[in-house]
Nanobody
Framework: QVQLVESGGGLVQAGGSLRLSCAAS????????MSWFRQAPGKEREFVAA????????YYADSVKGRFTISRDNAKNTVYLQMNSLRSEDTAVYYC?????????????????WGQGTQVTVST
């Protein structure tokens, strides 16, 4: 049983930083892609960042490129999302997700394992 547990959300002022964590368990994730999505009120869930567990290759949405960094700690089976220069439009519930293979990694419907989500609120 795959389990994903996010942490690290909170309230931050615009321009500030937060680091989200996603602890994964229940599987050997070497063939998986680990991703972050977010969903703002009234909007669809959107892709933020992804990393292939085995190679460490990362991908980013244009809206966060240069501000957000995805990384992993193999020993802890944990994926991180470092978010810098936060903007009000980054306010959303952030979800960790995983699936086998990196194909179609930016499509939420392709993922079958999700965390519970963590709220990020950026105040102006």
């Amino acid at each position: 049983q795959v389990q994903l547990v996010e942490s690290g959300g909170g309230l931050v002022q615009a321009g500030g930083s937060l680091r989200l964590s996603c602890a994964a368990s229940g599987r050997t994730f070497s063939s998986y892609v680990m991703s972050w999505f977010r969903q703002a009120p009234g909007k669809e869930r959107e892709f933020v960042a992804a990393m292939t567990w085995s190679t460490g290759i990362s991908y980013y949405a244009d809206s966060v490129k240069g501000r957000f960094t995805i990384s992993r700690d193999n020993a802890k089976n944990t994926v991180y999302l470092q978010m810098n220069s936060l903007r009000s439009e980054d306010t959303a519930v952030y979800y960790c997700a995983t699936k086998i293979g990196s194909f179609s990694f930016s499509y939420a419907r392709m993922y079958n394992y999700w965390g519970q989500g963590t709220q990020v609120t950026v105040s102006t």
